[in-house]
């Protein structure tokens, strides 16, 4: 009797050890809430291209501030044995001339502050990437929250069905409609579900978060810009913060400080020496002077390239901004589309369609309408609200491409 008791809190105690671990994972799963600017704080920290960038920049800050005031001086010393043994002692410094070492300084400055510019561009674009996931993600869970909402109300219309048909007040066809209606919900639901799947696993890897985690996104889409945007401003303000048109701009000042450094090359370095001899008891001093005769080479060929490239950079800006003005006017047409199409579904309208629905699925559970008329209007509240949130996710994805477009937030537009 004792070993059956035994054997019974054995198996009791394993069956909570189960249940409370199971639970625990159950637990660990839960979905947890993120907001938009958390996720993107999380991705501009834990994102990997941003992390070697940083480092980029590092290393630029350490050249930079490493540079050398002067370079070191050179000590020589030279002994000859003998009847006349003698021994000298030589210490000279060499000196720039045409102000190289200040145009070197300048172009790591310029170095460092193209990495930060960098920095900035492939911050912003992996901004917008977050909030385009995080919109989909939204836009995915209400959508799932509808299907989800319209199999529980198919599964009542069917089991309704089914009463009726067994008292004789519908055909056996009507029952076959109610349950391909409820078949197509879970179907989309199963689907959504899959969405839903990938949409997290995107945004995780955005985010540098686990793969498998399963976060929620949490807060309302504005239906609305806060300001009214005008095209000329828009490009005027793209024109004036792109970070890598500004990076662009400065490959000019880069390559103009490349050229004065090129000419400043051409003035031979000066070397200023000491020297001090001693033979057979007797001393001597100098002082030393040298200067490289620039004869042969004039460095006219780096002096050369670098006039050449600066006519190239200044082309290129100009490219660039084309560029940029054609993406702000294609970005600002993109989301005044977009704008009108959500606008089609302003009012009361996906209001009255709920109420509506409402109504009638009352009105049938009383027996006063038809099952027919129940499953159209519903497909009707389902097509027109699954469009409205497709109109929501595409006129956000506009906004977020405009943002793109012009290398800031929209609230940051005069």
Excluded at 371 to 397: G, I, M, P
């Amino acid at each position: 009797m004792k070993n059956k008791v035994s054997v019974i809190f054995l198996m009791l105690g394993i069956w909570i050890f189960i249940f409370y671990v199971s639970t625990s994972d159950v637990l660990a799963d839960i979905n947890e809430e993120i907001k938009l600017d958390s996720a993107i704080k999380s991705a501009i920290n834990e994102n990997p291209a941003l992390k070697v960038i940083r480092e980029k920049s590092k290393v630029a800050k350490a050249q930079l501030d490493g540079m050398p005031l002067l370079s070191n001086p050179e000590l020589e010393s030279e002994y000859v044995s003998g009847i006349h043994g003698e021994q000298v002692v030589e210490l000279s410094k060499s000196f720039e001339i045409g102000g190289q070492r200040r145009h070197r300084k300048s172009i790591a400055m310029m170095n460092l502050e193209k990495i930060n510019l960098e920095l900035t561009h492939e911050s912003q674009k992996l901004t917008s990437s977050v909030k385009l996931a995080f919109y989909q993600l939204v836009i995915v869970q209400e959508k799932l929250k509808l299907a989800e909402e319209i199999v529980k109300h198919n599964q009542q219309i069917l089991n309704m069905a089914r009463l009726q048909y067994e008292t004789g007040d519908i055909s056996v066809t009507q029952v076959a409609l109610a349950n391909i209606q409820l078949q197509t919900a879970i179907r989309e639901t199963t689907t959504l579900e899959s969405n839903l799947l990938l949409a997290q696993l995107r945004l995780n890897g955005l985010m540098g978060a686990p793969l498998d985690a399963k976060p929620v996104a949490s807060g309302d889409i504005p239906e609305k810009l806060s300001k009214s945007l005008k095209l000329e401003t828009l490009k005027l303000h793209a024109l004036e913060n792109r970070a890598d048109l500004l990076s662009h701009r400065l490959n000019v000042q880069l390559t103009e400080s490349a050229y004065r450094l090129a000419k400043g090359a051409n003035i031979p370095d000066l070397r200023i020496g000491g020297s001090a001899e001693r033979s057979v008891g007797q001393y001597g001093y100098g002082v030393k002077f040298s200067l490289q005769i620039p004869i042969f080479d004039r460095n006219r060929a780096e002096i050369d390239a670098t006039k050449a490239q600066i006519q190239v950079d200044v082309a290129d800006i100009t490219h660039v901004e084309k560029l940029i003005s054609s993406e702000v006017i294609a970005a600002y047409i993109t989301l005044n589309a977009a704008e009108k199409t959500l606008k089609f579904y302003e009012g009361d309208l996906l209001k009255l369609l709920n109420e509506n629905l409402t109504l009638t699925r009352a009105a049938y559970e009383l027996g006063e309408a038809q099952l027919l008329e129940v499953l159209l209007l519903q497909n009707e509240f389902v097509k027109t609200r699954f469009s409205y949130l497709d109109a929501l996710e595409t006129y956000h994805k506009a906004v977020t491409e405009l943002e793109t477009t012009i290398g800031t937030s929209i609230e940051l537009v005069p």
